[in-house]
C-alpha cells in the first residue's frame, strides 16, 4: 500500500455498514469533512489508534453508529454518525498499517 505523506489510509464507518478502507488527505478540511463537523478524538484503545467523529453529532442527531465500551464490557458511550479510525503518528494522525 503505496501511500504519499499528504494522505491517510484509514477506516471510515458509517452507521449499520462495514468498515471502509479509504484514503483522505491529511489536513483538517478532510477530517472534517468525513465526519460531518467539528471533529473530536477519542483514544478508546491500549493500541495506537484514534476514533475521529463529529463533536457535535449527539446533538445534531446524527443517528447512533457504535457503542465504546470499557475493560468489562459496559457501555460508556457511543458515536453517532460517520467516524474515521486513524494510526496515531509521534505528532499526528498516520495512517493506520495493513
Known sequence: ???EENTLSVLKIAP???PQQ???????KALQ???????AAVYPFADPVAIICNDDGKLMGLPLNRA???ENGQMYDAVAGDFLVVG???ED????TP
Open 1 to 3: 500500500m503505496h501511500m
Open 16 to 18: 449499520g455498514q462495514y
Open 22 to 28: 479509504v484514503e483522505i488527505d491529511n489536513n483538517l
Open 33 to 39: 469533512e468525513a465526519v460531518g463537523g467539528t471533529i
Open 68 to 70: 465504546l465500551r470499557d
Open 88 to 90: 496515531l503518528g509521534e
Open 93 to 96: 494522525f498516520a495512517s493506520l
